[in-house]
Structure formats: structure tokens, C-alpha cells
């Protein structure tokens, strides 16, 4: 069975200053990796994905994923944030032949000026 | 383009009423799928579908029923409402692969009292 461990609940982060939010995983099959957002009372938006190939995935707004198949991890990073950045973000796994896909608790990023 | 709409939007029931969410998409998308989001935990999936008349239980499927009469439509009953179904309700719709991007709803904030 497919697992997602988000170590953080909360990540406090000023403006401008670089950020992690970690993300493991745990899966017997080849996996597909993925990074969603969701802001204040809105649904979920796709940040990033990893299927296969490169394992720096490059995403919107500036955020990027490492695949770390050895650590079984999918950090997001981002070299500098800003206020807008603040929401939750979790972190999702699926494979082929899957039908949906498995969340991981949520971290919430809360950038202060 | 609207996506993935869900009404309503906030719903108050009584417990033991019954209740239908409704999911409706038009992207023509053959995977559809029902969360819900509870703090701490992310998000859990309930029921999903990969095409009309076809749909399967997921994490937590009890006290909960679906079905898919057409592609556009995936509707959630509740069928006799308790105080632990009160969460956040997101519908999901995807391509047929799952690698691909899950469109999210607005979602339905339930409370049961």
C-alpha cells in the first residue's frame, strides 16, 4: 500500500527567505510524485509532478521538486518566498493502473513579512 | 470553461438527515473522485469512478454512496448524517491516467450537528 509522510504540519518562513517543505513516500511499484496547493477557501491546484526522467522537477511560481528514489523523498523548495506563498501545500503519490491518489497530511507554509 | 463545480458550497444538516452533493464536470474526464479534508489529515478518498456505471469505495467509504449515470456527473449521498462527516468535500476529475493533472472543486464544507 502507497503511504505520504509530510514531516511538517507548519513551516513559519519570513519574506525572501528560502524554504523546504518535505514530503516522503513510501511505495513498492514505480511512482508518480506530485505537489498541490491550496489557498484560503479554494480547491486544490497542481504546483508540480514527477512521472519519470529528471529528477528536478520544475514547477510554477518558482517552487521545485527533487525526486530521491534512494531517500524515497520529494522535497519542495523554493529559493525565496513571498506572502502570496502562504497556504497549505500536500504532497501526493499515485502509479499505474491506479485510480486516484494518495495525500499526504498537508503542510502549512505561513510567510511573514 | 467552468471544470469541476461542486454545489453547495457550505451545507448545514441535523444528524440523520440525508443529503446529495453534486459534482458536475465538463471536460470530458473519465476519472472522477470524492475526498474529504479533515485538519491533521489531509485529504482521504472516499469513493471514486473511471466511467459511467462504473464507480469503487475507497479509504473511507461508509455512510457514503455514488453512482455515475453519466460522464459529467458524479453526486455524493450521505445517507443518514453523523457529526464525524462533518469536513470538507472535494470533488477530483481527471484524464483517464492518473499521471496527469486532478482538477479540484471549490468544495463543500459540511457541518453535521
Known amino acids: 500500500a502507497q503511504s505520504v509522510t509530510q514531516l511538517d504540519s507548519q513551516v513559519p518562513v519570513f519574506e525572501e527567505a528560502p524554504v523546504e517543505l518535505r514530503c516522503n513516500y513510501s511505495s513498492s511499484v514505480s511512482v508518480y510524485l506530485f505537489w498541490y496547493v491550496q489557498y484560503p477557501n479554494q480547491g486544490l491546484q497542481l504546483l508540480l509532478k514527477?512521472?519519470?526522467?529528471?529528477?528536478l522537477v520544475k514547477g510554477i511560481n518558482g517552487f521545485e521538486a527533487e525526486f530521491n528514489k534512494s531517500q524515497t523523498s520529494f522535497h519542495l523548495r523554493k529559493p525565496s518566498v513571498h506572502i502570496s506563498d502562504t497556504a497549505e501545500y500536500f504532497c501526493?503519490?499515485?502509479?499505474?493502473?491506479?485510480?486516484?491518489?494518495?495525500f499526504g497530511s498537508g503542510t502549512r507554509l505561513q510567510v511573514q513579512p | 470553461n467552468a471544470g469541476v463545480t461542486q454545489t453547495p458550497k457550505f451545507q448545514v444538516l441535523k444528524t440523520g438527515q440525508s443529503m446529495t452533493l453534486q459534482c458536475a464536470q465538463d471536460m470530458n474526464h473519465e476519472y472522477m473522485s470524492w475526498y474529504r479534508q479533515d485538519p491533521g489529515m489531509g485529504l482521504r478518498l472516499i469513493h471514486y469512478?473511471?466511467?459511467?456505471?462504473?464507480?469503487d469505495q475507497g479509504e473511507v467509504p461508509n455512510g457514503y454512496n455514488v453512482s455515475r449515470s453519466t460522464t459529467e456527473d458524479f453526486p455524493l449521498r450521505l445517507l443518514s448524517a453523523a457529526p464525524s462527516q462533518t469536513s470538507v468535500y472535494f470533488c477530483a476529475s481527471f484524464v483517464r491516467k492518473v499521471d496527469t493533472e486532478a482538477f479540484f472543486g471549490q468544495g463543500t464544507r459540511l457541518t453535521v450537528v
Open positions: 469512478s473511471v466511467g459511467a456505471g462504473i464507480t
Open positions: 501526493a503519490s499515485s502509479y499505474t493502473g491506479r485510480r486516484a491518489l494518495t
Open positions: 514527477y512521472l519519470s526522467g529528471s529528477t
